[in-house]
Every structure is written in structure tokens, then in C-alpha cells.
């Protein structure tokens, strides 16, 4: 139930973009909030976008809003987090993850599914 495969990851220059992933199957896609999240080297994992189950609300942390855009389609249990003027701050492993609940979005420990991770390179 509610797995998770993200994908479009990659090496970029700064100023640059990159368009991510998250296929998800299993019948209740729609009844989960989903979030991206990432991961830099020797940093705790943090909070990135979120997407109500509906596509109604979305949030977004501090540090991306104004450049990153999440969205769902629902009818192709597709997650995206499109990724416009990256900067080298932005290199990560990004996560997809599933969460029952919109208002727990940032809270990473609130996630109950998560994908493998896909691997961003933004070069200066």
C-alpha cells in the first residue's frame, strides 16, 4: 500500500531545473497528503513541499518557496516537484512520502511511507 518511486534526478548547473517524480501505487493514493523531502551529506532530512490529498493546499518550506512548485494528478497517481532557478544549497536526495494527515506536512517523522530517494546535483 502506498508505495512510492521517485525519479528525475540528476546533475545541473545553477539557474538551472529539474523536473521530479513520484509514481505511487495502491488503490488509497488519494487519501494521503504527499510531501517531498531531502537529505544533503552529513544533514538531518528536511521538509520541502507538501500537496493535500486533493491538491486543494500545498506548503512549502521557507527556503524553496517562489522556485519550487508541487502538483498531483491523481488519475495517474503522480507526484511532481518541479525545481525552477537551483541553487548548490538545493543538492540533496529527495524523498517522496506519504502522510495521513496535511497538517503533520512538516513534521518528517510524521511520514508513513517514504520512496527511495532520487539524487539532485546542483553545481555553482
Known amino acids: 500500500q502506498a508505495q512510492l518511486v521517485e525519479s528525475g534526478g540528476g546533475l545541473v548547473q545553477a539557474g538551472g531545473s529539474l523536473r521530479l517524480s513520484c509514481a505511487a501505487s495502491?488503490?488509497?493514493?488519494?487519501?494521503?497528503?504527499i510531501g517531498w523531502l531531502r537529505q544533503a551529506p552529513g544533514k538531518e532530512r528536511e521538509f520541502v513541499a507538501a500537496i493535500s490529498e486533493r491538491g486543494a493546499y500545498t506548503n512549502y518550506a521557507d527556503s524553496v518557496k517562489g522556485r519550487f512548485t508541487i502538483s498531483r494528478d491523481n488519475a495517474k497517481n503522480t507526484v511532481y516537484l518541479q525545481m525552477n532557478n537551483l541553487k548548490p544549497e538545493d543538492t540533496a536526495v529527495y524523498y517522496c512520502?506519504?502522510?495521513?494527515?496535511?497538517?503533520?506536512?512538516?513534521?518528517?517523522?510524521?511520514?508513513?511511507?517514504w520512496g527511495q530517494g532520487t539524487q539532485v546535483a546542483v553545481s555553482s
Open positions: 495502491g488503490r488509497t493514493f488519494s487519501r494521503y497528503a
Open positions: 512520502a506519504a502522510v495521513r494527515q496535511m497538517y503533520n506536512s512538516q513534521r518528517v517523522e510524521a511520514y508513513n511511507y
